[in-house]
């Protein structure tokens, strides 16, 4: 990035875009709230991920973003689910792995001792951020099993959305290049319609790329909407 060009300039949408912009109008009947990782080690400064993501959560506002987005999708009373990432200590004896794969499982990135036990659960990376900790842990937020490396084919996510006949889904959390991108491609195969919240979602930013600007190209082509925490706010009948 040249000293002329800033980060927002990078991201913002194009003058002459070359393709159509999504209509995507919410049935908040049919409509859920998908937080991907969001938990301490994606989002906090005491996260194992903070120096590489931390400039990009920071810059978007990820965490009081993702707040606003809790809070109305509360209000709003539609669905809420939480897609997390865990690992267990067998998931550290894989035979091979992509980079970020081997990243995680070196800074030992969402950690648990295992599926049956919270020993050392509350407050390490793994758990989720305590601001949003009311809206997660109400008893009516679904909370899906973990899902393992980026996409949500080894999680329930699907079924449990499928279960409350939803077919409409705004998505947002950590990380945008990676389980952000990727839930969306399986949801988009699985005949759904998404909505990703640009400023509600952040990136690693490494000398191999801006995860952000990777992601957002990509939303640009394929979500059916791409819309900031103030729109989605908006498009569930809540003040942004």
């Not at 709230?33 to 590489?52: F, M």
């Not at 601001?131 to 449990?160: M, R, V, W």
């Not at 394929?222 to 706010?233: E, G």
């Amino acid at each position: 990035m040249s000293s002329q060009t800033t980060s927002k300039d990078l991201y913002a949408d194009p003058v002459n875009p070359a393709l159509p912009k999504g209509d995507m109008e919410l049935d908040l009947s049919r409509t859920a709230l998908v937080v991907i990782d969001p938990q301490i080690d994606a989002l906090s400064p005491e996260g194992v991920a903070w120096p590489v993501v931390g400039e990009s959560v920071t810059e978007h506002q990820v965490v009081p973003n993702l707040l606003r987005l809790f809070t109305g999708a509360k209000a709003a009373g539609i669905v809420v689910a939480v897609s997390p990432h865990y690992y267990y200590c067998w998931d550290h004896h894989w035979r091979f792995g992509g980079p970020l794969e081997h990243f995680q499982h070196k800074v030992g990135a969402f950690d648990r001792k295992g599926p049956y036990t919270v020993e050392g659960f509350r407050a390490s990376g793994a758990d989720f951020m305590p601001e949003f900790k009311p809206f997660i842990e109400d008893g009516k937020t679904i909370i899906c099993s973990p899902h393992k490396l980026y996409g949500p084919q080894a999680n329930d996510l699907k079924l449990q959305l499928g279960k409350q006949r939803i077919d409409q889904v705004i998505l947002a959390g950590m990380l945008a290049n990676m389980c952000v991108e990727s839930h969306l491609r399986d949801l988009l195969e699985s005949g759904y319609e998404v909505a990703v919240v640009r400023d509600a979602v952040g990136a690693p930013k490494v000398p191999e790329g801006d995860g952000y600007l990777a992601a957002l190209i990509n939303f640009r082509y394929m979500a059916n909407a791409v819309w900031t925490t103030s729109q989605a706010l908006a498009k569930m009948g809540q003040a942004g």
